[in-house]
């Protein structure tokens, strides 16, 4: 159980396009997802956190206008990311949470973003 | 600023060897857990530590948990190629328990 899926796992788009990148807990309810970034051999960046119903939290440095997240529901979280450049291309992850359980994430498998 | 700090940050050793990662972190911690990730993909969680605890077993798995060195090792015993992975510690923080992960260390386990 608690399987988390992206969708796309890939995706290549020319600058200034918009790329949509969805975040499903496929068997459980995640009241909280979270959506890291990861550049080639470093370490997960934590972008945002996201409760279902309620605005994201971003970290500083994140620019919320450009990367956008919506957790309509207790199953589905997508990050937008807005006008796509060269440097936003990046290895996207996200994780969810159940409430009853907050000390585990599950993690999805990650989404490339290339932008050309 | 990273939470956690993974020492070595690569690590190459022999199918069949042992190898240990050790992770410091600076705040104080409810918990600390260790996740593994294979290259280009998701991460997966290996085992949590409480901070009442001083070591715990999973499998091959061995976490110790030193509160008073702000650290943590993982030991993989016996280790075969297909451990090959990048290992991470990380530590909720913050009233959403988000993870601070550390930078890692890509461990290869040649056959």
């Known amino acids: 159980g608690a399987v988390v899926s992206q969708h796309p796992s890939r995706v290549i788009c020319k600058s200034g396009t918009s790329v949509k990148i969805e975040c499903r807990s496929l068997d459980f309810q995640a009241t909280t997802m979270f959506w890291y970034r990861q550049f080639p051999k470093q370490s997960l960046m934590l972008m945002a956190t996201s409760n279902e119903g309620s605005k994201a939290t971003y970290e500083q440095g994140v620019e919320k206008d450009k990367f956008l997240i919506n957790h309509a529901s207790l199953t589905l979280s997508t990050l937008t990311v807005t006008s796509a450049h060269p440097e936003d291309s990046s290895f996207y992850i996200c994780s969810a949470r159940i409430q009853i359980d907050i000390d585990t994430q599950y993690f999805g498998p990650g989404t490339r973003l290339t932008v050309l | 600023s990273q939470q956690g700090e993974e020492d070595p940050q690569a690590l190459s050793i022999q199918e069949g060897e042992n190898a240990t990662m050790n992770c410091s972190y600076k705040?104080?911690?409810?918990?600390l857990q260790w996740y593994r990730q294979n290259s280009g993909r998701g991460l997966v969680h290996l085992i949590l530590i409480r901070s009442n605890e001083r070591e715990k077993h999973s499998g091959r798995l061995r976490v110790t948990l030193d509160t008073s060195k702000k650290s943590s090792s993982l030991l993989i015993t016996a280790s075969r190629a297909a451990d090959t992975a990048s290992y991470f510690c990380a530590t909720p923080q913050g009233s959403n328990y988000k993870l601070t992960f550390g930078k890692g260390t890509l461990l290869t386990v040649n056959p």
């Open positions: 705040t104080s911690i409810n918990n």
